[in-house]
């Protein structure tokens, strides 16, 4: 979808911002929204760049930084982190040698750590982009990095 | 599209909210019409006049799913009387750490909630309705849509539904990763396309809500459970649970137990049953330690309280909170310590900044429980510092979120004192 597009999709209502920026942030391969599109959404949607950038600035899943194709969120609230998060997530960091909020080298991961995902009973879990992973371990970790590589490779 | 296997637990003699999850296709909308769907819609729109349904919920006792227990019925009478445009908004953000149920709802169910929401604007006077779900929730997000979308083609939804007269239609929003969205008022301002900050109160939402006009902000379970409340009636309704928590809830057993799900159980049920017959015990036949129930927001309680009964008064009594239903088991070897370090970093990191109280407190806890494990000299005792903040921070925060800091620290502290003041010594 390009921007003309999700445009098209929906009404210049102010309370369809947030579903326009999540269309945009989806489709243009950056995961992430630049400030040329906020004016044009702002434009849009005869509101002032800065209340754009600012609802833009308020919410975790938003970015005006590019991302990696792939963003992993690593849930850190007291039930995951209670079955282990807090090493998965150093395990992450190590194997991905990224820091939080840091891409890899080749664009492919973003990491980021999460509050509770909502689904708790399969702790320690993670999503990356929409697909939610539970009960992990560091080899489960390490075979998901793996088959998404791979994926990429064949892409 | 399921992407994760949740383990529901049922007893099918309580089972309201949860009746028709995993055993329906929440694809089809035939399936739940086979299961008796829609037709407490039916005998409203045809024999109930609006405010024989809000007395009827009323009645019932119903009180707010979303943490705070609220009678429903009293919630929908302040907005009955008022004129002009109203609505009615789901608040399906769902963030409270250990709570999943509103998901499984909608993704299980998610007609049962749209009727809900349709006999609620019908009982107030609405005829738009939004369910704000969060980001994280895609799989909630695309069945919903799916649902509300037949609903409209086979006539629920729209105008003149059944011939009555009324009309209502629905809308889905999204939120984008804010836990403080899910304060009714921030979830109003996020739904406007604004930063999630929470509006001062009064004017409550049901008076001044979305665009300033009367809203109904109710929680996913609650509204599910109208249905069943207008077909049954109010009566069958308050034969289960206590007299004061009428009905059921639906829990979520977390952590270190054997069996780790959601169970929908009678108010009143104990954290025993909970735990050992639906949770199946201690994973390596551990003992217990604690429980921290309610969330983030929720309170840490020691293994001489198993039998407790979960209901709001029984709660209350103990100067505990049910709030969205979690119950999270931990296990001997547990340090309560960092567990309580895990619950301040997230009130830190979801704290919305916009009162001060809440934005220094929270990093100022944080900072001293740090001093304490790492034996840095403080001056004065280090818990009662963290005690008075703490409850300057209950007295002084624009929200609820910044109010909460003191539920898990002051539990932790009475029932665990010896542990927590021996850290890094
Ligand atoms: C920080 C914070 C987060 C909240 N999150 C939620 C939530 O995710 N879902 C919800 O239904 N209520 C949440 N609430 C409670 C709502 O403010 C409100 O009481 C509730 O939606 C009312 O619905 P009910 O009467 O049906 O319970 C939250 C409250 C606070 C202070
Ligand atoms: S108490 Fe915290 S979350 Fe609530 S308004 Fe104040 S800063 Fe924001
Ligand atoms: S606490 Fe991690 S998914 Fe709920």
Redesign the interface.
């Given at each position: 979808m390009n921007i003309g597009e999700v445009f098209n999709k929906y009404e210049p209502k102010k309370e369809n911002l947030l579903l326009i920026l999540h269309d945009i942030q989806g489709s243009n391969g950056t995961q992430s929204i630049d400030e040329e599109t906020l004016k044009k959404v702002a434009e849009y949607l005869d509101m002032s760049l800065s209340q754009v950038y600012g609802v833009v600035s308020f919410y975790t899943m938003y970015s005006t930084k590019p991302r990696g194709k792939y963003i992993i969120r690593i849930c850190q609230s007291p039930t995951c982190h209670l079955m282990g998060s807090k090493s998965l997530l150093e395990h992450l960091k190590e194997t991905l040698k990224i820091d939080v909020n840091e891409t890899t080298h080749d664009k492919m991961f973003t990491l980021e750590t999460s509050s509770c995902l909502g689904v708790c009973s399969e702790a320690p879990a993670m999503m990356i982009n929409d697909t939610v992973y539970g009960n992990l371990t560091e080899e489960k970790v390490n075979s998901i990095l793996e088959k998404l590589r791979s994926n990429h490779e064949n892409d | 599209m399921k992407?994760?296997n949740?383990?529901i637990m049922l007893d099918s003699k309580y089972a309201i909210v949860l009746e028709n999850v995993g055993k329906i296709d929440p694809m089809k909308i035939s399936d739940y019409i086979e299961n008796n769907g829609y037709e407490a819609l039916r005998k409203a729109l045809s024999d109930m006049k609006p405010n024989e349904v809000v007395e009827s919920v009323k009645k019932s006792g119903l009180r707010g799913r979303g943490g705070a227990g609220f009678p429903t019925g009293l919630k929908w009478s302040i907005t009955v009387p008022l004129k002009g445009e109203k609505f009615i908004l789901c608040n399906a953000d769902?963030?409270?750490?250990?709570?999943?149920k509103d998901?499984l709802i909608m993704e299980g169910d998610p007609h049962k909630l749209i009727e809900g929401m349709i006999l609620a604007g019908y009982a107030v006077g609405a005829h738009k309705g939004y369910i704000y779900i969060?980001?994280?929730?895609?799989n909630s997000i695309e069945t919903m849509k799916h649902a509300i979308e037949e609903a409209r083609k086979n006539g629920y939804l729209g105008e003149n539904i059944f011939n009555s007269g009324f009309s209502f239609d629905i809308k889905v929003?999204?939120?984008?990763?804010?836990?403080v969205c899910g304060e009714e008022t921030a979830l109003i301002e996020?739904?406007?396309?604004?930063?999630?900050n929470p509006r001062i109160k009064p004017p409550f939402p049901g008076i001044k809500g979305v665009w300033n006009k009367p809203t109904v902000v109710n929680n996913v379970e609650t509204l599910a459970n109208i249905p069943a409340i207008i077909d049954k009636g109010a009566e069958w309704f308050t034969s289960i649970g206590t007299e004061k928590s009428p009905g059921t809830k639906v829990f979520?057993i977390?952590?270190?137990v054997n069996n780790?799900?959601?169970v929908e159980a009678p108010f009143g049920t104990t954290l025993r049953e909970l735990i050992y017959e639906y949770g199946k015990g201690i994973k390596g036949g551990k003992e217990i330690k604690a429980v921290?129930i309610g969330?983030?927001a929720g309170v840490f309680l020691p293994k001489s309280k198993l039998n407790l009964k979960m209901d709001y008064e029984t709660l209350k009594e103990n100067n505990a909170v049910l709030g969205s239903g979690?119950i999270?088991v931990?296990d001997e070897d547990?340090d309560i310590f960092d567990?309580l370090v895990?619950?301040m970093?997230?009130f830190k990191?979801?704290s919305?900044g916009q009162c001060s109280p809440c934005r220094i407190g929270n990093p100022m806890i944080l900072n001293i429980l740090d001093k304490i494990k790492r034996k840095k000299d403080l001056k004065g005792n280090k818990w009662e510092i963290i005690l008075k903040t703490a409850s300057a921070m209950k007295e002084t925060s624009l929200c609820a979120l910044g109010q909460s800091a003191i539920m898990p620290i002051s539990s932790a502290y009475t029932y665990f004192k010896d542990e927590l003041e021996n850290q890094g010594e």
């Open positions: - | 992407t994760i949740d383990n769902e963030g409270e750490p250990g709570t999943f998901r969060r980001g994280e929730y895609k929003n999204m939120g984008a990763g804010a836990y996020s739904l406007e396309g604004k930063r999630g979520s977390l952590g270190h780790p799900g959601a921290l969330g983030a979690a999270l931990m547990t567990m895990n619950v970093e997230f990191e979801e919305c």
